[in-house]
T-cell receptor, first 113, second 115 residues
Framework: GENVEQHPSTLSVQEGDSAVIKCTYSDSASNYFPWYKQELGKGPQLIIDIRSNVGEKKDQRIAVTLNKTAKHFSLHITETQPEDSAVYFCAASKGQGAQKLVFGQGTRLTINP | GAVVSQHPSRVICKSGTSVKIECRSLDFQATTMFWYRQFPKQSLMLMATSNEGSKATYEQGVEKDKFLINHASLTLSTLTVTSAHPEDSSFYIC???????????FGPGTRLTVT
């Protein structure tokens, strides 16, 4: 089955700097890659996603890149703010319909003021 | 955006009792709902996939007789933890999928503590 590896497990950056979180996946049939932000005691919130027919997607300060050949995708957050502090999860699935998500291990991001 | 609710948000029960958690899609019809469990400082682990009107599909290692899932309508799925034990204490999260879409909409989670 699919296996998703996420690095680093913790990341601390200064406010205003950029943060990058990387994930690799094992199943070449996976074609949907969402990123979630989870705050303490809450459910995950989708922040951006990408499908395998696209190499990069951007939404304001957040971007995701996908390298299908290498089977890895990354989350980039620019101009970080204290409210970006949270746990971030990447996930992979085989796309539409009742396709289950396989999650990475999570990255605890801390933005230092 | 699509909203998924869970009830209760937190529950404390005694060992040996059963607890029911509800997951509702508030503004869309969810053909498929998923149930996850998350232990402290760990990732989300899929427990089961439920489709409206049919039996749930459980992940390997998840006891279907202990974690009963019912998806009786397109807006409601329930997870019942039967004969709960302290090791069942965890954060339970549901998600819902609208039709043949890609995006799963997650609920706010239910914190279960078994004493």
């Amino acid at each position: 089955g699919e296996n998703v590896e996420q690095h680093p497990s913790t990341l601390s950056v200064q406010e205003g700097d950029s943060a990058v979180i990387k994930c690799t996946y094992s199943d070449s049939a996976s074609n949907y890659f969402p990123w979630y932000k989870q705050e303490l005691g809450k459910g995950p919130q989708l922040i951006i996603d990408i499908r395998s027919n696209v190499g990069e997607k951007k939404d304001q300060r957040i971007a995701v890149t996908l390298n299908k050949t290498a089977k890895h995708f990354s989350l980039h957050i620019t101009e970080t703010q204290p409210e970006d502090s949270a746990v971030y999860f990447c996930a992979a699935s085989k796309g539409q319909g009742a396709q289950k998500l396989v999650f990475g291990q999570g990255t605890r991001l801390t933005i230092n003021p | 955006g699509a909203v998924v609710s869970q009830h209760p948000s937190r529950v404390i029960c005694k060992s040996g009792t059963s607890v029911k958690i509800e997951c509702r899609s508030l503004d869309f019809q969810a053909t498929t709902m998923f149930w996850y469990r998350q232990f402290p400082k760990q990732s989300l682990m899929l427990m089961a996939t439920s489709n409206e009107g049919s039996k749930a599909t459980y992940e390997q290692g998840v006891e279907k007789d202990k974690f009963l899932i019912n998806h009786a309508s397109l807006t409601l799925s329930t997870l019942t933890v039967t004969s709960a034990h302290p090791e069942d204490s965890s954060f339970y999260i549901c998600s819902a999928l609208e039709g043949g879409g890609y995006e799963q909409y997650f609920g706010p989670g239910t914190r279960l503590t078994v004493t």
